[in-house]
T-cell receptor, first 111, second 114 residues
Framework: SQQGEEDPQALSIQEGENATMNCSYKTSINNLQWYRQNSGRGLVHLILIRSNEREKHSGRLRVTLDTSKKSSSLLITASRAADTASYFCATTGGSNYKLTFGKGTLLTVNP | NAGVTQTPKFQVLKTGQSMTLQCAQDMNHEYMSWYRQDPGMGLRLIHYSVGAGITDQGEVPNGYNVSRSTTEDFPLRLLSAAPSQTSVYFC?????????????FGPGTRLTVT
């Protein structure tokens, strides 16, 4: 069963705007990760946030985690056309090796 | 480093045929896994291995076999292909000794079963 559920399923914005994607999950986690998938390609790891962290930054990415609400958000600032991709959240729970993925958000950044 | 490689890139099978999807990594990662990706379903874990000689089932293991005789290779076998196994298959690897829990993905194998 899917652990994470991303919202929205699809998001279309203009270059330069910020993009926010949300992820909700069902059970307690050790950490939550965000991955990007360009069309027809494998997934690429973006950022990991541990269960005892509330916010993390990496370049134009900002991730927040609210374990009380079992939710996370990924913010991409000053988006570029190259950010067009699907974004997935993935959680680890009892096993740090086993990732459970959500269904993804398709982000389209229009030039 | 080549990272995680998968072969073939594309494959068409008839129902009932068997085949092996190959996965190899050259990063000396202990952990390897197989996922399938279906439209609107995200990725689902099929089988995984935490080291040579050790494998375990994931969320959707039925119809698939794996073995891990070396650290580098983790082949996925389809015993008797069914149309429901039409999907894109991804292999991934990671090592807690390097970047903990980050998984490196291969480019995928697109499988169609007719």
């Amino acid at each position: 069963s899917q652990q994470g559920e991303e919202d929205p399923q699809a998001l279309s914005i203009q270059e330069g705007e910020n993009a926010t994607m949300n992820c909700s999950y069902k059970t307690s986690i050790n950490n939550l990760q965000w991955y990007r998938q360009n069309s027809g390609r494998g997934l690429v790891h973006l950022i990991l946030i541990r269960s005892n962290e509330r916010e993390k930054h990496s370049g134009r990415l900002r991730v927040t985690l609210d374990t009380s609400k079992k939710s996370s958000s990924l913010l991409i600032t000053a988006s570029r056309a190259a950010d067009t991709a699907s974004y997935f959240c993935a959680t680890t729970g009892g096993s740090n090796y086993k990732l459970t993925f959500g269904k993804g958000t398709l982000l389209t950044v229009n030039p | 480093n080549a990272g995680v490689t998968q072969t073939p890139k594309f494959q068409v099978l008839k129902t009932g045929q068997s085949m092996t999807l190959q996965c190899a990594q050259d990063m000396n990662h202990e952990y390897m896994s197989w996922y399938r990706q279906d439209p609107g379903m995200g990725l689902r874990l099929i089988h995984y291995s935490v080291g040579a000689g050790i494998t375990d089932q994931g969320e959707v293991p039925n119809g698939y076999n794996v073995s891990r005789s070396t650290t580098e290779d983790f082949p996925l076998r389809l015993l008797s292909a069914a149309p429901s196994q039409t999907s894109v298959y991804f292999c991934a690897s990671s090592s807690p000794g390097q970047l903990p829990y980050e998984q490196y993905f291969g480019p995928g194998t697109r499988l169609t079963v007719t």
